[in-house]
């Protein structure tokens, strides 16, 4: 009998030609796969699935894991306020985790001895896809002949034509990838440092003019209603925004980035309801925890995000700081009002019981009634004290 291998498959060049390769030049059973998280329609994964069997690949599986993803990951980067290296909503790369499992169980469920994927040696990709492999499923090899062998891409187009497959492998200009979180774009202004992409090149375009109020309905941190309209599932939620939003063109920007090969990398994207999320989650934040709070969670946050690009999801201290975020949502109840304009939102402000701006303590910069003018002078003394001690023993101010 022939040795099983799992293709995780796209349906583009690269796995295409992965299926060819490791049924007729490796002696495989190739069963390939598809892990759904979010950023395929049921036309699209019925294509996919389609093309896959014309390449002879003995069985196609679609693995559809949005929910989970949503629950074990992308709730977290809305708690965290993730945005990495201050732009970047950690999009398209979070899911690759989330695949990566679902193949590995894929792989072991049917006891496969291999799981191939087609990503080259140039990427994060190979780092996330393989060490996932290793933790969940390290019985079993990994072979990556696109990576191994360093096609290009002709190579793998004259391949395919001897075994009699016949496809269009013209090259968008772009490479566009999409996802529940947002979408990634790639093409030759992002491989250099000066250029911007043209408006051609995102697949969302402005077809809206004007302005908007869009409300969000969140219930600790979770955004559980839409201008109104409830949702029960957060995933739902997402969807709503985005197809409100994405017809402003917003979310839009260009990363800049460490990739974890040690290379700069430079990628655009379009996100506009992650983005809207978190920016909204944020402010929501500011009126509702305290500021040892908000200064803890920028930290756990920050380090939750670095380490899902990383590929170091599955490392236990996540599930620690994923109880913090959790424990940190009790009170991020309340509706954020936004208005949104072509290419770009504007946060308005919030309502909420558990707003710490309470006027019954005091306004800033008007009034207070929590205490007085004599307390704040001793308040002051107190405050100033080691740095008085420290001044007139140093004598540094002269």
Same mark, same amino acid.
């Given at each position: 009998?022939k040795?099983?291998?799992?293709l995780?498959?796209?349906?583009?060049l690269d796995?295409s030609?992965?299926?060819?390769?490791?049924?007729d030049?490796?002696?495989?059973? &190739?069963h390939?796969?598809?892990v759904?998280t979010?950023g395929?329609?049921?036309?699209?994964?019925k294509?996919?699935?389609t093309?896959a069997l014309?390449l002879g690949v003995?069985?196609h599986?679609?693995i559809?894991?949005?929910?989970?993803?949503?629950?074990?990951?992308?709730k977290?980067? /809305?708690?965290?306020n993730?945005l990495r290296?201050?732009?970047?909503?950690i999009?398209v790369?979070?899911?690759r /985790?989330f695949?990566?499992?679902?193949i590995?169980?894929?792989a072991k469920e049917?006891?496969?001895?291999y799981?191939?994927?087609?990503?080259?040696?140039?990427?994060?990709?190979q780092?996330?896809?393989?060490?996932?492999?290793?933790?969940?499923?390290?019985d079993?090899k990994?072979i990556?002949?696109?990576?191994?062998?360093?096609l290009?891409?002709?190579?793998?187009?004259e391949?395919l034509k001897?075994k009699? /497959?016949?496809s269009?492998w013209t090259?968008?200009?772009?490479s566009?990838?999409?996802g529940?979180w947002?979408t990634?774009?790639?093409?030759?202004?992002?491989l250099?440092?000066?250029?911007s992409?043209?408006?051609?090149?995102?697949?969302?375009?402005?077809t809206k003019?004007?302005?908007?109020v869009?409300t969000?309905d969140?219930v600790?941190g979770?955004v559980?209603?839409v201008n109104g309209k409830?949702?029960e599932n957060p995933v739902?939620s997402?969807?709503e925004?985005e197809?409100?939003?994405?017809?402003?063109?917003i979310?839009?920007?260009?990363?800049?980035?460490d990739?974890?090969?040690?290379?700069?990398?430079?990628v655009?994207?379009?996100?506009a309801?992650?983005?809207?999320?978190?920016?909204a989650h944020h402010l929501l934040e500011k009126h509702t925890l305290?500021?040892?709070?908000?200064?803890?969670?920028?930290?756990?946050g920050n380090?939750?995000?670095?380490?899902?690009?990383?590929?170091q999801?599955?490392d236990?201290v996540?599930?620690?700081?994923e109880?913090?975020l959790d424990d940190?949502q009790?009170?991020v109840?309340?509706k &954020?009002?936004?208005?949104?304009?072509p290419y770009?939102?504007?946060?308005?402000?919030?309502?909420?019981?558990h707003?710490?701006m309470?006027?019954?303590f005091?306004k800033?910069g008007?009034?207070?009634t929590?205490?007085?003018g004599e307390?704040?002078k001793?308040?002051t003394?107190?405050?100033a004290?080691?740095?008085?001690i420290f001044y007139?023993?140093n004598?540094?101010t002269?």
């Amino acid at each position: 009998m022939k040795e099983k291998v799992v293709l995780a498959f796209s349906g583009g060049l690269d796995t295409s030609y992965c299926a060819k390769y490791l049924s007729d030049e490796k002696g495989l059973d &190739v069963h390939s796969a598809i892990v759904n998280t979010g950023g395929f329609s049921a036309e699209e994964l019925k294509e996919i699935e389609t093309k896959a069997l014309k390449l002879g690949v003995s069985s196609h599986k679609t693995i559809d894991v949005t929910d989970e993803y949503y629950q074990k990951c992308i709730k977290y980067l /809305v708690w965290g306020n993730v945005l990495r290296n201050n732009t970047y909503p950690i999009s398209v790369s979070s899911e690759r /985790v989330f695949q990566a499992i679902a193949i590995a169980n894929f792989a072991k469920e049917i006891g496969a001895s291999y799981i191939a994927h087609g990503s080259t040696g140039a990427g994060n990709d190979q780092v996330r896809f393989d060490l996932v492999f290793l933790i969940v499923c390290p019985d079993i090899k990994v072979i990556t002949p696109i990576r191994d062998m360093k096609l290009s891409r002709d190579e793998e187009i004259e391949f395919l034509k001897s075994k009699g /497959v016949v496809s269009d492998w013209t090259k968008s200009a772009y490479s566009i990838n999409k996802g529940l979180w947002g979408t990634s774009i790639g093409g030759r202004e992002t491989l250099t440092s000066s250029q911007s992409l043209p408006e051609s090149a995102y697949p969302t375009q402005l077809t809206k003019q004007g302005e908007e109020v869009l409300t969000l309905d969140f219930v600790k941190g979770e955004v559980k209603g839409v201008n109104g309209k409830k949702f029960e599932n957060p995933v739902d939620s997402i969807r709503e925004i985005e197809s409100i939003a994405g017809a402003y063109a917003i979310g839009r920007d260009i990363h800049i980035g460490d990739t974890i090969i040690g290379i700069k990398g430079r990628v655009g994207f379009e996100a506009a309801a992650p983005l809207i999320m978190i920016k909204a989650h944020h402010l929501l934040e500011k009126h509702t925890l305290t500021k040892w709070q908000l200064y803890w969670k920028e930290q756990m946050g920050n380090w939750y995000g670095m380490f899902v690009h990383e590929s170091q999801y599955l490392d236990p201290v996540m599930r620690n700081i994923e109880k913090f975020l959790d424990d940190s949502q009790e009170f991020v109840t309340g509706k &954020v009002i936004v208005k949104l304009k072509p290419y770009h939102f504007e946060l308005v402000g919030i309502e909420s019981e558990h707003d710490l701006m309470n006027a019954k303590f005091a306004k800033y910069g008007e009034e207070n009634t929590a205490f007085s003018g004599e307390d704040v002078k001793g308040f002051t003394k107190i405050l100033a004290n080691q740095m008085k001690i420290f001044y007139s023993i140093n004598d540094s101010t002269k």
